[in-house]
């Protein structure tokens, strides 16, 4: 069993970044494949990118590409969400989670964080 716990999320002025962080407990986080999630106010939980186990591959949602970069430090146990170019329908909780292997659906994942808020103004 692996927790997640997210942090880095605030209020931007649209056009500005922010860098998510996901910290991992346990011993086995780089067995996980690694993803991004987000969900607005009465809107579904959506897909934002995800992440291979070694960090060598990673895949994005088309609303996101180009602008979003998720890596990983299997050394901290960190998965990030570097979010630049941001837009007000940007703005949502952003959630990381685990899967075993890359995933796209959100009942392919086995963990989930708490959640964290973002915000882009405009």
């Known amino acids: 069993q692996v927790q997640l716990v997210e942090s880095g999320g605030g209020l931007v002025q649209a056009g500005g970044s922010l860098r998510l962080s996901c910290v991992a407990s346990g011993r086995t986080f780089s067995t996980y494949a690694m993803g991004w999630f987000r969900q607005a106010p009465g809107k579904e939980r959506e897909f934002v990118a995800t992440i291979s186990r070694s960090g060598g591959s990673t895949y994005y949602a088309d609303s996101v590409k180009g602008r979003f970069t998720i890596s990983r430090d299997n050394a901290k146990n960190t998965v990030y969400l570097q979010m630049n170019s941001l837009k007000p329908e940007d703005t949502a909780v952003y959630y990381c989670?685990?899967?075993?292997?890359?995933?796209?659906?959100?009942?392919?994942?086995?963990?989930w964080g708490q959640g964290t808020q973002v915000t882009a103004s405009s």
């Open positions: 989670a685990a899967a075993y292997g890359m995933k796209w659906t959100p009942d392919e994942y086995a963990y």
